[in-house]
């Protein structure tokens, strides 16, 4: 997208891409959201279809949802899914940038290769946000976990999730 500056010249306006598994969204994951949102002139939020890690808890349609729900008040932002190697996904997607949130100090281990990674297949920088300290603990596996087990997360994720969390909780209790 390009933009007309005030002196006249054509401004190219960057377009973010955010991926993540979502599995489920946190608040840290809707922190960061709102900071690119506002730093981006366009931002895709892209949920990868098959989280490498594990079976995820909740289906690419409710990732979606859930997700889509959170964002509804910024209009510069959209939810999409992916499959597949990220770097091919932001070629396609004529991305500028690749999103990420980093949280703590570890969390840049792994991300630096990653973005060395993404860099070299697409030729699209990551670009690291912090998201507030105030959730520097928060990671959807440990948002599960505790939930799971009985334990209170509502300050930790958004309402939306928060009521399909209990909705899925109640399922599974049925169902055994
Ligand atoms: O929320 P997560 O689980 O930390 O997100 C990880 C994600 C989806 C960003 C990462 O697993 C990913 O990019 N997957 C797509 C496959 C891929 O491109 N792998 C090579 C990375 S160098």
Redesign the pocket.
């Known amino acids: 997208m390009d933009i007309t500056a005030g002196d006249g010249r054509r401004l190219h306006t960057p377009r973010g891409v955010y991926?993540?598994?979502?599995d489920p969204p946190t608040h840290g994951h809707l922190d960061v959201i709102e900071r690119a949102a506002n730093t981006f002139a366009e931002l895709i939020v892209a949920v990868?279809v098959n989280?490498?890690?594990r079976e995820p808890m909740f289906t690419l349609e409710e990732r979606e949802a859930m997700i889509q729900e959170c964002v509804s008040h910024l209009p510069n932002v959209r939810v999409e899914h992916f499959r597949g190697?990220?770097?091919d996904y932001v070629k396609k997607k004529h991305a500028d940038v690749i999103v990420k949130g980093l949280r703590v100090v570890s969390d840049f281990e792994s991300e630096m290769s990653?973005a060395l990674?993404?860099r070299s297949l697409s030729n699209v920088d990551t670009m690291f946000l912090m998201s507030d300290q105030k959730y520097s603990f928060v990671s959807s596996s440990i948002v599960k976990e505790v939930f799971f087990l009985g334990g209170d997360v509502a300050a930790l994720v958004p309402e939306p999730v928060m009521r399909l969390m209990a909705a899925k909780r109640a399922t599974l209790r049925s169902s055994t």
């Not at 991926?19 to 979502?22: A, R, W």
């Open positions: 991926p993540g598994s979502f990868v989280p490498q890690k190697l990220l770097a990653t990674m993404n």
